[in-house]
């Protein structure tokens, strides 16, 4: 069994969904399974339907125009009357439906009842339209399969149970299903995190033993820094699992933090792989590839800087650290960088659930704190260190760290 991811750029709109089926052309369509993203900025649209239900603002124009996109693509990949029609107007009514009913005031709950209807909606499209062209194969729902916890937006993974509900799945079979989504105990649906459709493949990937995983980009596969971000970039052919490791923990966009695990323990062989030239090689990560020395670069934006120091002006000792990483993991706020001196904790901090005030609330209760908000992370691997500081030379330096070769740095 193979394992292909394709994300929400490859199935954004009619063409990248026939797209698709010329990547499979070109691969063998035969024993694999296909893991989908919802269509282009649609995770976005339902997070604004979310975010106005709330809000008491009108959300159900909100639904409207996403289903009148959806509409409108699969108007130009089926013909008048085509069933797909139907479905996806139920999967809309099912939002709307839910939201009238709901009782809940627990905005993460609802959050994942409704934007995972993207992935739903897209995966289904994307089967129709296989099998009215010969590449025959069978929808799941991927909630069906993979199990989790009631930690919603941010599903833990019961791999015991996800394995024995992926036991029945036919190795000769394709499939197509969706990245993202879970489901708890009681069936309710649960999101894996924001771009977790990589972490879906890998689990259905472990937990089905696949041959390999592949996930297809609109890049040639990994490259040394962002394109859109960084000059004179180039391709990475071959990767470790602990490079790749690296620089997902260290914030590399194309690579999801949590994927590389259930793969490195299995070694299964992972592939970044471009869907407009599906030929060419792109980037392998397995357990037989040497540690890369290129110099890469990794920005990740939209960061906090906190400075948190004693009122008293003592030392941060074990007991203020233990109460402070308790605070953080309570707002679900995530440290990308951490340096601390004899009476100040200085984090770069990841606030992905727009908790941050809160947490500076707590905080001051003990605590002194200061937050630069808006601020950006460069971190370079293997750098030059004569001349590393030629990608940020003319931002403001906020706080730097040199480690081995991997320097990083804040700058605003």
Same mark, same amino acid.
Request: charged letters at 25%.
């Given at each position: 069994?193979?394992? *292909?991811?394709?994300?929400?750029?490859?199935?954004?709109?009619?063409?990248?969904?026939?797209?698709?089926?010329?990547?499979?052309?070109?691969?063998?369509?035969?024993?694999?399974?296909?893991?989908?993203?919802?269509?282009?900025?649609?995770?976005?649209?339902?997070?604004?339907?979310?975010?106005?239900?709330?809000?008491?603002?009108?959300?159900?124009?909100?639904?409207?125009?996403?289903?009148?996109?959806?509409?409108?693509?699969?108007?130009?990949?089926?013909?008048?009357?085509?069933?797909?029609?139907?479905?996806?107007?139920?999967?809309?009514?099912?939002?709307?439906? /839910?939201?009238?009913?709901?009782?809940?005031?627990?905005?993460?709950?609802?959050?994942?009842?409704?934007?995972?209807?993207?992935?739903?909606?897209?995966?289904?499209?994307?089967?129709?339209?296989?099998?009215?062209?010969? /590449?025959?194969?069978?929808?799941?729902?991927?909630?069906? *399969?993979?199990?989790?916890?009631?930690?919603?937006?941010?599903?833990?993974?019961?791999?015991?149970?996800?394995?024995?509900?992926?036991?029945?799945?036919?190795?000769?079979?394709?499939?197509?299903?969706?990245?993202?989504?879970?489901?708890?105990?009681?069936? /309710?649906?649960?999101?894996?995190?924001?771009?977790?459709?990589?972490?879906?493949?890998?689990?259905?990937?472990?937990?089905?033993?696949?041959?390999?995983?592949?996930?297809?980009?609109?890049?040639?596969?990994?490259?040394?820094?962002?394109?859109?971000?960084?000059?004179?970039?180039?391709?990475?052919?071959?990767?470790?699992?602990?490079?790749?490791?690296?620089?997902?923990?260290?914030?590399?966009?194309?690579?999801?933090?949590?994927?590389?695990?259930?793969?490195?323990?299995?070694?299964?062989?992972?592939?970044?792989?471009?869907?407009?030239?599906?030929?060419?090689?792109?980037?392998?990560?397995?357990?037989?590839?040497?540690?890369?020395?290129?110099?890469?670069?990794?920005?990740?934006?939209?960061?906090?800087?906190?400075?948190?120091?004693?009122?008293? /002006?003592?030392?941060?000792?074990?007991?203020?650290?233990?109460?402070?990483?308790?605070?953080?993991?309570?707002?679900?706020?995530?440290?990308?960088?951490?340096?601390?001196?004899?009476?100040?904790?200085?984090?770069?901090?990841?606030?992905?659930?727009?908790?941050?005030?809160?947490?500076?609330?707590?905080?001051?209760?003990?605590?002194?704190?200061?937050?630069?908000?808006?601020?950006?992370?460069?971190?370079?691997?293997?750098?030059?260190?004569?001349?590393?500081?030629?990608?940020?030379?003319?931002?403001?330096?906020?706080?730097?760290?040199?480690?081995?070769?991997?320097?990083?740095?804040?700058?605003?």
């Amino acid at each position: 069994m193979k394992v *292909f991811k394709f994300g929400g750029a490859s199935v954004k709109d009619a063409q990248s969904v026939k797209n698709v089926a010329a990547v499979l052309e070109t691969q063998g369509f035969e024993g694999c399974l296909l893991i989908v993203s919802a269509m282009g900025k649609t995770t976005n649209a339902l997070e604004k339907v979310v975010e106005n239900y709330f809000a008491k603002k009108n959300y159900q124009s909100e639904i409207e125009n996403v289903k009148l996109k959806h509409l409108e693509i699969s108007e130009e990949l089926f013909e008048k009357g085509h069933s797909v029609f139907a479905e996806i107007s139920l999967f809309f009514s099912d939002i709307e439906s /839910f939201l009238r009913r709901n009782k809940s005031p627990n905005y993460n709950f609802v959050y994942d009842q409704v934007v995972s209807c993207g992935e739903l909606i897209s995966s289904k499209i994307l089967s129709e339209y296989l099998n009215d062209i010969q /590449f025959k194969n069978k929808w799941c729902d991927a909630r069906d *399969f993979i199990k989790t916890d009631h930690n919603y937006r941010e599903g833990n993974v019961n791999w015991e149970e996800t394995e024995k509900k992926m036991a029945g799945f036919d190795q000769h079979t394709c499939y197509v299903t969706q990245g993202f989504i879970g489901s708890d105990d009681h069936n /309710f649906t649960v999101t894996l995190g924001r771009e977790g459709s990589d972490y879906s493949a890998a689990i259905f990937a472990y937990c089905m033993n696949a041959e390999t995983m592949t996930i297809w980009k609109d890049v040639p596969g990994v490259m040394t820094g962002d394109p859109r971000k960084f000059d004179n970039v180039s391709l990475l052919t071959h990767l470790s699992y602990e490079d790749a490791i690296e620089m997902a923990y260290y914030g590399a966009s194309i690579i999801h933090p949590k994927t590389l695990q259930p793969l490195q323990q299995k070694k299964i062989p992972f592939y970044v792989k471009s869907f407009l030239e599906p030929l060419n090689p792109g980037t392998r990560v397995g357990s037989n590839e040497s540690k890369s020395d290129k110099e890469s670069f990794i920005l990740k934006e939209n960061q906090h800087l906190m400075r948190i120091a004693t009122r008293d /002006f003592s030392f941060i000792a074990e007991d203020h650290l233990s109460q402070i990483f308790s605070l953080l993991a309570k707002n679900k706020i995530k440290i990308s960088l951490m340096q601390n001196s004899a009476i100040s904790l200085d984090l770069c901090v990841e606030d992905i659930y727009d908790s941050i005030d809160e947490l500076e609330k707590e905080l001051q209760q003990e605590f002194k704190t200061e937050i630069i908000k808006s601020v950006s992370l460069y971190t370079i691997r293997n750098a030059n260190l004569e001349d590393s500081n030629k990608i940020y030379q003319n931002k403001n330096v906020l706080l730097e760290q040199i480690s081995q070769k991997t320097v990083q740095v804040v700058t605003n």
